[in-house]
């Protein structure tokens, strides 16, 4: 069984709306953090696990800023592949699955009242 080694706390969602997050209160907790995004119905899961993906990036000029498409599109810039080392991020939808999760990691998820914060019409998992 997987030890209690986050906290929940209040936050702020990606668009300033407020949210609940799970922050690590351990180091052998195997995730960065975790926050639930009201916009996505979802417990975004940051783990401390790692993996190279591409990404599309500016293109840099010698002196470090990005390169202009060109004089006719002076807002658009170059842009190249390049392989990132990024953090894999699990998403969690449903109700049960998010308080499932939160009651395994959280140490707090008994006094801190999380539920207020998520929204009312998520998808639940489909009865057996």
Avoid: W
Avoid at 78 to 97: A, D, H, K, N, P
């Amino acid at each position: 069984m997987t030890s209690k080694s986050m906290m929940l706390s209040s936050s702020l969602s990606y668009d300033e709306k407020p949210t609940f997050q799970l922050i690590p209160v351990d180091a052998n907790c195997p995730y960065l953090e975790a926050i639930y995004v009201p916009e996505k119905k979802a417990l975004v899961v940051i783990s401390k696990e790692r993996r190279n993906s591409f990404h599309m990036l500016p293109k840099l000029d010698e002196t470090g800023m990005p390169m202009v498409v060109g004089k006719s599109r002076p807002n658009e810039f170059r842009q190249q592949r390049v392989s990132v080392e990024t953090f894999y991020e699990y998403y969690i939808r449903t109700t049960g699955e998010i308080k499932s999760f939160v009651d395994m990691f959280a140490i707090n998820s008994d006094t801190f009242d999380y539920d207020m914060y998520l929204v009312k019409d998520m998808v639940e998992a489909p009865a057996e």
